[in-house]
């Protein structure tokens, strides 16, 4: 004879399953791919109050193919224009803000893209500020895997081990 305990408790563990899967779901789910690329959780940071410019970064992009591949560009309706930007320490230890033409994706391979150094989308000529918790969408263009729209959520990045969850904002 079932018991209204066992019940409660199948119903339970039932509940806890399909809340786990549910959040599993959604985090692998802030991505897309095209091609063999895969898009990592793309977001951006909220703006500085008064600046004109913000920035977006991609958690990851991986080459899942046996070729070579190429972001070479990015667009936005929230910003007048999207380039794609390195910072690394001069010989000075100034760190150096530079535009480059497109970031390298080797067969096999996973770039990530972090505030605080290397890789950016730097978003110029914001629409409207970037606020925590907002959303919008970016076409990323790849060389051979062609385009794919991304959503961006803005928000704070978490501390490291937050970051292990695969989850940056």
Not at 63 to 75: P, T, Y
Request: proline share 6%.
């Amino acid at each position: 004879m079932t018991t209204i305990s066992t019940l409660f408790h199948a119903g339970l563990r039932t509940a806890v399953a399909a809340a786990l899967c549910a959040v599993t779901l959604g985090v692998a789910a802030h991505g897309a791919s095209v091609g063999d690329i895969a898009i990592g959780h793309p977001y951006a940071t909220p703006s500085i109050a008064g600046s004109p410019n913000g920035a977006a970064y991609l958690a990851s992009i991986e080459n899942k193919g046996a070729a070579a591949d190429r972001l070479v560009r990015a667009s936005t309706p929230m910003a007048a224009r999207v380039e794609i930007h390195t910072m690394n320490l001069d010989a000075h230890g100034v760190m150096r803000m530079r535009e480059i033409d497109g970031v390298a994706l080797a067969p096999k391979v996973k770039v990530q893209m972090k505030p605080g150094g290397g890789l950016h989308l730097m978003l110029i000529g914001l629409k409207e500020p970037l606020k925590e918790d907002a959303s919008f969408p970016m076409t990323l263009e790849f060389e051979r895997a062609g385009k794919v729209e991304v959503k961006v959520i803005v928000g704070q990045p978490k501390p490291a081990g937050a970051a292990a969850s695969g989850h940056m904002h």
